[in-house]
């Protein structure tokens, strides 16, 4: 590790929450170099839904390296990328009656969102954009400005203008908030707009996770979400929705807002997508709105990453049949189950257990004691992550391709070290 | 290609330029579904300096991918980055004598301008950055605010505040340019931040790219860059060189501005340094600047490629010795050459040869002549971009690597479409 | 008047509701060329507070211009600036135990209010700045950005940044509102400031009105503003009340906010305290924030007003007893019974009457039927004025020094013309 | 002096240039309470054109007042108003076949230009001005992005941004300045604006002073003037000139710019306009830009201001003759004469005369020199006041009506006391 500690940037993080060297990964474990094992319930961030070097993308992948494949193609044709595209409209897009051009961007989910917000301002001719607590969508200038940490936006060192913030749609609310999240200031917000001397601007774009991920696991309400999606459309601004990290799965279906009556303007992808780890980013874009682009307008030089389109091709086999959301939604309900029975343990703190699918977590109210649980896993050979405002809240999101002994161990793991931990404070 | 016209954005470009589909790649040929064979002087945008699959890289995926290694790490510990680090810093930074820390951000190169921008930002409590015209530096709102490009800066929506334009140091100007490049306007530029009424705040940092690649191949005098770093130093700012496209060894040095005398606060890296064309991007910093990080204030999910990891670790390797830069700067001459005669003999026209090692460009002074001399040499075989304002630069990136046959027989496919087209004019 | 039409710019306003020349003007009337008499309601904005041409106003400042008293001065002290000021101070300030600064600047309010916010900023080295809905704090860029309505932002053609909006403290609330002004969404909006992740930055200031006038006369319960103070501090941010309209008299105290238990950061005034219609501009500010300031770092060419100061003095004098104060209340209630009883007789129209002392206004909820009445108003020898949204509101503040028989002939007048164009409505 | 030292912000600044409180004051002099009397060389700051209480005006204000005339009208029409525009456009405009719109607002100079600079940015749809170095337009956010003085802009606490900063026009180019002033860096300017890849956008105006008051009074050529008119024109782009301080009659002409074949698209002035020295500010719109404003998109309380249209309409009769000019122009030349004398005297300091007609002023070089001769002339009984960068530079601004004795007696204080302080140095 001193190689890191000599030569690596201060910024690094997560080495610091684990502190070994990691060696191989395969589905839901990572070993490190000197052999430890450990149940993996971060997936590199949500990314590895589908597990370490899952055994299928890496026998294509390795087939096309093989071969010569293109592995690197800017926005030019290759055969690799058609089979994605092919498989993405019949996979998710048709059984969905859903029409969208797919825009493919530099390969992170902060560059989709900067892609998203700059076709909703081209679109309205407008510039403010309306983010929520606790949202996250990315680090680079125009995605932070819609990021709510504060710790991340102070970084910035410039303004982050142009974004009007307001309260999520969590429901329940979260513990101790006051904020006033849910329907009730989403009308006071809907009368701001309406109100010519609120001082507020008509808006370009409403942007939200369904399900916020890194902000702390708070899951708006579908009828919340519909009531954003008409005033975007009563004020003549877009819809948009950040599934990177919640969506390809992770909450039992593939989008984690299907099934909500939703149609958003643009859908934001990344994560996921790639299915092996490999970076790939991916808006879906209404028709009628992608038809402002021009041609390049916004460009990044690995917006074509062949590996990544061969391991999402694979990772699109998964949503032909009900198979891996069946059992996602089932594990959801074991882990959210684990996590009640932690809470309920300790019906005095007010211990919140939120989540869907296999994103669930346990909102201790105190980032040092989630601080101390993560630190006892890791220990105990499990890779828990906090999230939320200091770190608060931890959340479980371990592949779904998980087998039942690793996710049954992981949980016991985890609920043993919250109780000692919550014992103890 | 029905397939992406119906279901891909119409932002995609370069597919209309090379309106074709392509399956495989090797070295500097890219193959078609046809089977037709195309000799690639574009290389990715300047990422694949070391050739389409080039073997020992693809052996060590491959290798590392049968063996399970860890695919996604975030900025955990893997053996794998480990390695990379240790090549990095023994071949390239320790026999310049140069002490860097070394980040790793979201895999962009415009996410390594964000990252630098911040950290300018935050270690000097300043906002504003001085960039200057034809510079490329991203596409993400904060490295958009450095690009000089109106097509590009146009589609933000929004302003983009916080930095000053200055004349570049094109050494000798540009056919017809009249802004005054060079050293000249950088005194007056020394002088109006020296006044106090001039309405220059002090700044932040100095961009620049010391050839710009994208925004048309210019070449900065070593004179003019070590002023402006005097210049950043004399008023406390910081020396940035976005290294991005002219790194790695594409000028015949890894650096663009080794052996010049200068040593930036940050050197930005991405494109060339993951090898085998998967993305990753990385900054040098000075130990006393990247000192200002907390940990986890710029974060990115796919900051831990572990194949590039893998395959830019292959890619030190030719810097071990001397001999694939000496053969660069002989391949240089070569291309220089050929681009020069076709100038000599339209020497009424006022073509301009600008380049350094192996990016080499021909300006013809309008951009749709070099839209037909690109035509031409796609349908003979041959890929080349345009680059510059309105496209009227065709610039020659191919990989490092590439045979002496290929490169003569794409030379002579290039002078032959543009001394027609050229006559035809 | 076609001297006017030919020469003046299309963006004067107030002639063209009253489409006539003045020529003289007393108390609360004024004269045409054609001798046509008009009782005044609006009182040059709420800047006549104590008549047209003021007795002992002009005989002061006729003997000050006979005496060659010195009449610019900018920030040089002067006889008559010295008067004011201990004037000021032994009558206003030192009865209320309040200890302000007083700074003069350039004479308008919005220019009060631009030296209010760069001192805020200055003093926390914090940038935003909360404001409310339909508050009115000038025309100038700064100043702008507080201005909630958007007929005025939309004509500045840049972004206004740096402010954060949020509902008024209105109680009650407006006919058909649903911002959800009051004590509620204030308490939300600390709870947003309070959560890191709200996205919401600490702020350098809140500034309002505690009485609305341009806004639509919109009055704050003395337990919100209270709460808002509450806020700003435990923000570390400064309160300031522009009292501007409301302030010099206007609503039976001196300032509009007497007897609340605040103590504001700063206060703006303007309008009234020249006296007698010459302009004028003070900030009181706390001396712990006037530290802040550097000589000079705030300038205006007319921020000494010598005849404004004169006048000012004897202005003042009105508040050496409470007289003029007792019969400001008095007379509010009379004239808040008259537009009570517009409202009383149309009981389906949800007609609402705001205000405080002679500050009282008629809510119609509707601008075209506020606009005929101002007219009939207009033809029957009255001068009204719309203000609020759409111009929807008729506000009614005549001088406070009107003598009785005007303020019944002009309520007769405006009673009058509003149940005709209500019953015919 | 105690009542303010106690009482009056700690911003106050010229009262600590000139410590002793003024109570009368009489054309080109001002008298303190102790009886001493001050010549002044001042001015008002550039406002008292036409000397301390000028009988006519003072009669002519007097006479209003003891007629009740109106003295606040807003934008209504009155007859003091009528007279105003009448003089003005016989007096000024027709004899030079100008054709513009009058436009009033709020009182200072600082509102002439935010409401300019919003006009420009309606009329192009662009955001960017250009303004030059050493230029003041004013205080409140708008104006003062436009102001050069760091001073002045560190006060913001906010960005200033959508402002392009270049050289200006001085000819000769100041004592050791480097920034490039004149015409060559102007052609550098339209090359980058030409230049789609310059990062500059298209401006929506140029903004300047013919000549620089406050900034050091700086004296741009009519040929660099012309062709800063030519370049807005060919960008589409407004010319605005802010001829606040310099114009009035001021350098000799009407307005500064007068016989240099320009013609303006706006041209902003106050100060002078008001004749007396209370309030008063203009700007000149030309029709077809004049056409964009929607009624009332801009206000300001004290917009119509009648002392001033009165004692206003006086001042214009100094000009239906040219005899004030003409001995404007004669005694310009007596100051420069004077300080040249000064300058020859000390040949190696490189002392700097610039100026035109009764604007003429001393760069010294040195701002604690410069304060120390402003206290020796005050103390003297002369007021001078620095300007400039650091306060270097002395400018001599006496009314134009001062007596012969009067100006002479001041520049043989000035003289004695600069060439005392300069021998000693």
């Not at 142009?162 to 101790?176: D, S």
């Not at 999402?312 to 684990?338: H, P, Q, S, V, W």
Request: glycine share 12%; with cysteine; charged share 20%.
């Amino acid at each position: 590790m001193q190689i890191f500690e000599q030569h690596e940037s201060g910024i690094r993080g997560y080495c610091r929450t684990y502190p070994t060297v990691f060696s191989t990964a395969s589905n839901a474990r990572q070993t490190d170099e000197n052999g430890k094992s450990y149940i993996d319930f971060f997936a590199g961030a949500g990314v590895l839904n589908f597990g370490h070097n899952n055994p299928a993308m890496k026998k294509a992948v390795i087939e096309y390296l093989e071969n010569d494949g293109v592995l690197h193609s800017l926005d030019m044709y290759t055969t690799a990328k058609r089979s994605f595209i092919s498989s993405f409209v019949d996979t998710i897009l048709t059984p969905r009656s859903m029409d969208y051009k797919l825009q493919f961007m530099g390969p992170t989910g902060s560059n989709a969102v900067e892609a998203a917000l700059k076709l909703a301002r081209k679109v309205t001719g407008r510039q403010d954009v309306v983010a929520f607590s606790h949202g996250f969508h990315g680090m680079t200038l125009g995605s932070l400005a819609c990021t709510a940490n504060s710790y991340f936006r102070d970084a910035a060192g410039v303004p982050l203008p142009h974004v009007i913030r307001a309260p999520f749609g969590c429901e329940p609310v979260c513990q101790g908030c006051t904020q006033g999240c849910g329907l009730d200031s989403l009308h006071q917000l809907r009368a701001q707009f309406e109100e010519p001397s609120s001082g507020l601007p008509r808006p370009a774009a409403f942007i939200l996770e369904a399900i916020q991920a890194e902000g702390g696991v708070h899951v708006a309400s579908a009828a919340w979400l519909r009531e954003v999606q008409q005033l975007a459309h009563d004020l003549g601004a877009l819809f948009i929705i950040d599934d990177i990290q919640a969506g390809c799965g992770r909450t039992g279906n593939y989008f984690s807002f299907d099934g909500m009556g939703l149609s958003p303007d643009i859908i934001t992808l990344a994560k996921g997508i790639g299915g092996i780890g490999t970076p790939l980013a991916m808006n879906l874009v209404k028709p009628e709105h992608d038809a402002h682009w021009e041609p390049g307008e916004h460009t990044g030089t690995f917006r074509g990453q062949d590996i990544s389109f061969i391991a999402g091709t694979e990772a699109l086999r998964y949503f032909e049949d009900d198979n891996l959301m069946k059992l996602t939604r089932a594990n959801g309900i074991l882990m959210r189950d684990a996590l009640q029975s932690v809470a309920d343990r300790f019906p005095k703190r007010g211990l919140q257990v939120r989540g869907k699918g296999m994103m669930q977590a346990l909102d201790l109210g105190d980032g040092s004691l989630a601080k101390q649980i993560t630190a006892d896993c890791f220990a105990a050979g499990l890779l828990v992550g906090p999230c939320g405002s200091g770190g608060r809240v931890i959340k479980l999101i371990p592949p779904l391709t998980i087998p039942d002994e690793d996710l049954a161990q992981g949980l016991a793991i985890f609920t043993d070290a919250a109780i000692s931990r919550l014992e103890a404070a």
